[in-house]
């Protein structure tokens, strides 16, 4: 059974940086879509950022030139590194993949929380 277990969010001031780990546990298809999304309290969950097959990487607007998704086959991990933090990125953030960025196959982590303080 695959598990995907996120790491490294935390309380950061506005404008500073963060890098979230994915670790995948089980074995995921090659050539599955790998996402970050994010949840705040209310609202649906949301795409981030994502690396599709061929290694097309994928932003929101919201995130783009902040943020850089990146991933190690050999450790099984998708990282995110996010800089420029605004508070509005405060949120959950999980990962998850599958056919694509919506039709996901696998069940969702505890994700790790991210406060950015304004």
């Known amino acids: 059974q695959v598990q995907f277990a996120e790491s490294g969010g935390g309380l950061v001031q506005a404008g500073g940086s963060l890098r979230l780990s994915c670790t995948v546990s089980?074995?995921?298809?090659?050539?599955?879509?790998i996402g970050w999304y994010r949840q705040t309290p209310g609202k649906q969950r949301e795409l981030v950022a994502g690396i599709r097959s061929g290694g097309i990487l994928d932003y929101a607007d919201s995130v783009k030139g902040r943020f850089t998704i990146s991933r190690d086959n050999a450790k099984n991990t998708v990282h995110l590194q996010m800089n420029s933090l605004k508070p509005e990125d405060t949120a959950v953030y999980y990962c998850?993949?599958?056919?694509?960025?919506?039709?996901?196959?696998?069940?969702w982590g505890q994700g790790t929380q991210v406060t950015v303080s304004s």
């Open positions: 998850n993949g599958g056919t694509n960025y919506l039709k996901l196959r696998y069940y």
């Open positions: 089980g074995r995921i298809l090659d050539t599955d879509a």
